[in-house]
């Protein structure tokens, strides 16, 4: 999926804390409760061409309070090119989320796994 033309910002709900850990190009962010529980996480790497965001995910008892896009703005941060290509990775489910957020779609996505 391609990135939407803005991005609305809004400040971390209350009762959340944000952490950031980077290796080079490669990202993690992780959202989580005053008492240390996971309530979302993601992911994003940058190439010399794009910027792809994965993985992002929101636990079912923290949805709806903008964990989501605060994980996206998060790592959105971390783009050394700003004028690279943003992509995202999503399930079906996430699909839709992400295009009613103005994302496009570009093709689907599969995974493969070859047994050893």
Request: net charge positive; glycine share 12%.
């Given at each position: ?25 490669a990202h993690h962010v992780r959202v989580t409760t005053l008492n240390g529980d996971v309530a979302a ?69 599969a995974t493969a796994y070859i047994s050893p």
């Open positions: 999926m391609a990135a939407p033309a803005t991005w609305s910002e809004r400040p971390l709900a209350s009762g959340y804390g944000l952490e950031v850990k980077s290796d080079g190009a996480t993601g992911y994003g790497g940058e190439t010399t061409s794009a910027f792809v965001y994965d993985r992002i995910a929101t636990e079912p008892e923290h949805r709806r309070k903008g964990l989501g896009s605060a994980v996206m703005l998060a790592l959105r941060e971390r783009r050394r090119d700003k004028g690279a290509a943003e992509l995202l990775v999503a399930t079906a489910e996430g699909q839709a989320l992400y295009a009613s957020l103005g994302w496009r779609t570009l093709s689907p996505y």
